[in-house]
């Protein structure tokens, strides 16, 4: 507790060392993304089981048929953007929890995030290109 | 520098091992293997949307024996990491978390996954 007597540099020296070691008061935003996205991966996964199965060594023209329905062009553009945000905060933790040099670990996330932006954006053009057609 | 006097988890080397426990490990190894199917997801979706040629070179990779090796371990990292997944969702509810319903639910999440991935391939080798 601050009394009275206690220094203004005193109190910043606190304030400091709270700062250093608080937590950025993101972790609630980030753990109901987990959950959300861990839900909505339930009915997708179902659904794209099922295609896999059905679609196993189907021909090219079958293949392109299938996904540029409009059902199924939705389908895997929502599983695309939903895995793709789920795997980059699995791996977001996995790293928290294991480098911890700091320099490390932030280039670490930064590459997380770049691949996941990168992979999951290269899967939105394939399945568009398909969808349109061209 | 601050971080790294504090302590840290987790602290894999302290405890005997347990059921539960390398349930929890499981979960993210299986995460983990299940990225590197998201990186053949992607790289499937862009073999399907570059043309026939590309299309067959994919389709012979998933069809040869060591594809369908991979398919086969990925389908059992997928049954399972979802499986526990709903596990896990279900503790966020406050449900289930002493010590011996969360030891029914991995036993029953570990029989799921290998009896899902079982009737999975059941019904490749059916349709295929």
């Known amino acids: ?134 | 520098m601050a971080g790294s006097v504090r302590p840290l988890s987790p602290h894999l080397g302290v405890y005997r091992w347990y059921f539960t426990m390398g349930l929890s490990i499981a979960h993210r190894v299986s995460g983990a293997g299940l990225v590197v199917a998201l990186v053949g997801l992607a790289w499937w979706l862009a073999a399907l949307a570059g043309g026939p040629a590309r299309y067959a070179q994919a389709q012979a990779v998933l069809g040869g024996w060591l594809g369908g090796l991979v398919l086969l371990g990925f389908t059992l990292l997928f049954f399972y990491h979802a499986l526990n997944g709903v596990r896990h969702l279900v503790w966020d509810t406050g449900r289930n978390l002493d010590k011996h319903a969360a030891h029914r639910s991995g036993v029953l999440v570990v029989a799921g996954a290998v009896l899902l991935t079982l009737l999975t391939w059941l019904a490749l080798l059916l349709v295929g």
């Open chain 1, 1 to 134: 507790m601050a009394t009275p007597t206690s220094t203004p540099t005193a109190t910043q020296g606190v304030a400091a060392r709270v700062q250093a070691q608080a937590s950025t008061r993101r972790g609630a935003k980030t753990w109901l993304r987990e959950r959300a996205t861990a839900l909505a991966l339930v009915p997708l996964s179902v659904w794209f089981l099922l295609s896999a199965v059905s679609l196993a060594g189907a021909p090219y023209a079958e293949a392109r048929a299938w996904l540029a329905g409009p059902f199924n062009t939705t389908a895997m553009l929502l599983l695309v953007v939903v895995l793709f945000e789920h795997a980059r905060l699995g791996v977001r933790v996995i790293v928290e929890d294991y480098v911890h040099r700091e320099p490390v670990k932030l280039a670490a996330l930064l590459l997380t995030d770049f691949a996941a932006a990168a992979l999951g954006l290269a899967c939105v053009v394939a399945v568009l290109k398909i969808a349109l057609g061209s």
